[in-house]
């Protein structure tokens, strides 16, 4: 299986920062990598796909970029409905494994 | 506007069978994938398997042993049965939905709560 390793597994940062987070996968995914938020209680939702493609309704401040193993996921200015837990996911073979998480919380 | 909804027991005894139901409203299984995606108390999440609507499906090496996924398309829902469960399988259970087998999860449920304890 393929192993998705996520960076950092938590940190903390203020509203208005720009912060990035980074996933690698243990072998080539090319493109095939989406990112989750979830929120305590709730179900994960769906921000990124194909590394870079905002999925519809998910604010601009949100940017992916990457391909072959190593990606990120870009917040540019931090609100605070963004202190989260973020899980990469591949899909590019089964089975579909995610990152360990990243929880980034209010500093 | 898809929705998926979660159901079965919240409480399962060790070595039974652990047995999920994940219904679609809003819109057809037909034409798509759906899986069930797991995660243990204050952990991360874990893929359990795919179904296609035709009935095709993947597992995840680690549980294949154990997991059944099905799909009945007159009801518009798909099951998840995991077998010889233990503590380890107390988890919150997801279904989601895929357009393509490799293909992002776009739309889930919200997730149902099984224990398993004697």
């Known amino acids: 299986a393929i192993r998705m390793t996520q960076s950092p597994s938590s940190f903390s940062a203020s509203t208005g920062d720009r912060v990035t987070i980074t996933c690698r996968a243990s072998?080539?995914?090319?493109?095939?990598l989406a990112w989750y938020q979830q929120i305590p209680g709730k179900a994960p939702k769906l921000l990124i796909y194909?590394?870079?493609t905002l999925q519809s309704g998910v604010p601009s401040r949100f940017s992916g970029s990457g391909t072959g193993t190593d990606f990120t996921l870009t917040i540019s200015c931090l609100q605070s409905e963004d202190f989260a837990t973020y899980y990469c996911?591949?899909?590019?073979?089964?089975?579909?494994?995610f990152g360990q998480g990243t929880t980034l919380d209010i500093k | 506007q898809v929705q998926l909804q979660e159901s079965g027991p919240g409480l399962v005894k060790p070595s039974e069978t652990l047995s999920l139901t994940c219904t679609v409203s809003?819109?057809?299984?037909?034409?798509?994938?759906w899986s069930w995606i797991r995660q243990p108390p204050g952990k991360g999440l874990e893929w359990i398997g795919q179904?296609?609507?035709?009935?095709?499906?993947n597992y995840s090496p680690s549980l294949k042993s154990r997991v059944t996924i099905s799909v009945d398309t007159s009801k518009n829902q798909f099951s998840l049965r995991l077998s010889s469960v233990t503590a380890a399988d107390t988890a919150l259970y997801y279904c989601?939905?895929?357009?393509?087998?490799?293909?992002?999860?776009?739309?889930w449920g919200q997730g149902t709560l099984v224990t398993v304890s004697s």
């Open positions: 179904i296609y609507y035709s009935g095709s499906t």
């Open positions: 194909a590394a870079s």
């Open positions: 996911q591949q899909y590019y073979t089964y089975p579909h494994t």
């Open positions: 809003g819109g057809s299984i037909s034409g798509y994938y």
């Open positions: 989601a939905r895929q357009e393509a087998a490799a293909a992002r999860s776009d739309y």
């Open positions: 072998q080539g995914i090319s493109n095939y």
